[in-house]
Nanobody, 115 residues
């Protein structure tokens, strides 16, 4: 059983910063992809960023230059540093881990950016 526990969401003014964390526990292959998705009201869930065990990173165009994803393999934890936040970044952010056995999701954490 894989569990993902997220933390770090909240309310911030435009231009501010937040840092999300997601700790994974349970049986996860060492080779995996950890990432963050988000879903705004009335919209589909979309990829924000992901990072492969070896270090390859992908970002959505909308967050390039503002968000930074990183991981600590020893702790099975993934982070998302979000800077220069905009109201359009408001969404529920979900942690995701994919390995050869499955695709796992966190419960989601709300990020609200006020203008």
């Amino acid at each position: 059983q894989v569990q993902l526990v997220e933390s770090g969401g909240g309310l911030v003014q435009a231009g501010g910063s937040l840092r999300l964390s997601c700790a994974a526990s349970g049986s996860i292959f060492s080779n995996n992809v950890m990432g963050w998705y988000r879903q705004a009201p009335g919209k589909q869930r979309e990829l924000v960023a992901n990072i492969i065990t070896g270090g390859t990173i992908n970002y959505a165009d909308s967050v390039k230059g503002r968000f930074t994803i990183s991981r600590d393999n020893a702790k099975n934890t993934v982070y998302l540093q979000m800077n220069s936040l905009k109201p359009e970044d408001t969404a529920v952010y979900y942690c995701n881990v994919w390995d050869l056995r499955g695709n796992y999701w966190g419960q989601g954490t709300q990020v609200t950016v006020s203008s």
